[in-house]
């Protein structure tokens, strides 16, 4: 049974009324509770708890500070670099190796704090996982990126659309995403990774027509649906990217497939409001 009633959510800065955002446990964003150190001997609490000192205490055996005494036990045991702490390098860990460290973290300062029990850890492999999958696109085209020409007239509008055709017929797009993610998963035991290269005839053609519309001039009244097409073929292909990790990345991986209907949709209504814009237009 939980001491205190466990929450959680992705804070935000007015509940927590703090800068950052991040996952919150009760009042206390779980970072501060992994990064507390009682005692302020450069040793984390849940660290402590680990190897057995007292996190009140900078030396639990007299004459000893706890860091050495760790140290030197780490040293017995062929472990070279601290767990915990600010000595981390995080610059080369992929988000599996970096959601395997969160959540190892979190869990030792829980069970530290007498908190921690199956359903908490759920709780906890659930949020971490929805903040990995929540990730923000990495490019994001703005108006400054694209071509935009005062002119609306439909002679404009008509020499707008014949270019997008024509980058289209010039790289046609080969496969089916949903066929080559059935093969990769070959059964409920298996999959299939090398499956997973038959995106790669998707991801090339898409990237082109993403630079090809960028260089197109679009009349000033289509900017914005203009825009919400690159971006939304931009996603696409970032979510394709990251479905490719899964021998490197399974996390960021699998988040990918589960994101690929939700970012195809956004596509598609994308490349529909631009569409339906444009005939009204041609059409008036």
């Known amino acids: 049974m939980l001491k205190t009633p466990l929450i959680f959510k992705n804070a935000t800065n007015s509940e927590l009324d703090k800068e950052n955002q991040g996952l919150a446990y009760s009042n206390a964003l779980i970072g501060d509770l992994v990064n507390k150190d009682t005692d302020l001997d450069g040793v984390l609490d849940w660290e402590e708890s680990l190897w ?17 005494a760790i140290d030197k036990l780490k040293a017995e045991q062929g472990i070279g670099e601290k767990i915990g702490g600010d000595s981390q390098n995080t610059e080369n860990l992929t ?11 979190t869990v030792a300062t829980l069970n530290q704090e007498g908190e921690m029990d199956q359903a908490t850890i759920d709780k906890i492999s659930s949020s971490l996982a929805d903040h990995i999958q929540n990730s923000p696109p990495r490019k994001i085209y703005t108006f400054s990126d694209i071509k935009v020409i005062k002119d609306d007239s439909v002679q404009a509008v008509k020499k707008y659309n014949d270019t997008l055709d024509s980058i289209h017929a010039k790289y046609p797009i080969k496969g089916n995403v949903a066929d080559i993610l059935q093969k990769f998963i070959a059964d409920e035991n298996n999959v299939n990774t090398s499956a997973l290269a038959e995106l790669d005839p998707i991801i090339e053609p898409t990237n082109k027509i993403i630079n090809a519309t960028v260089k197109t001039s679009v009349p000033q009244f289509l900017a914005p649906l203009h825009l919400d097409f690159i971006n939304g073929l931009e996603r696409f ?6 479905i490719k990790l899964y021998d490197t990345d399974v996390i960021v991986s699998f988040s990918a497939m589960s994101q690929y209907e939700q970012n195809t949709a956004i596509l598609e209504v994308a490349a529909k409001e631009l569409r339906d814009a444009i005939r009204q237009k041609l059409n008036n």
């Not at 057995?52 to 050495?68: L, Q, R």
Request: net charge negative.
């Open 52 to 68: 057995g000192t007292d996190p009140t205490k900078k030396e639990t055996a007299p004459g000893i500070s706890d860091s050495v």
């Open 95 to 105: 988000e599996t190796d970096k959601f395997s460290r969160e959540l190892f973290s």
């Open 237 to 242: 292909t970032e979510n394709l990217n990251d």
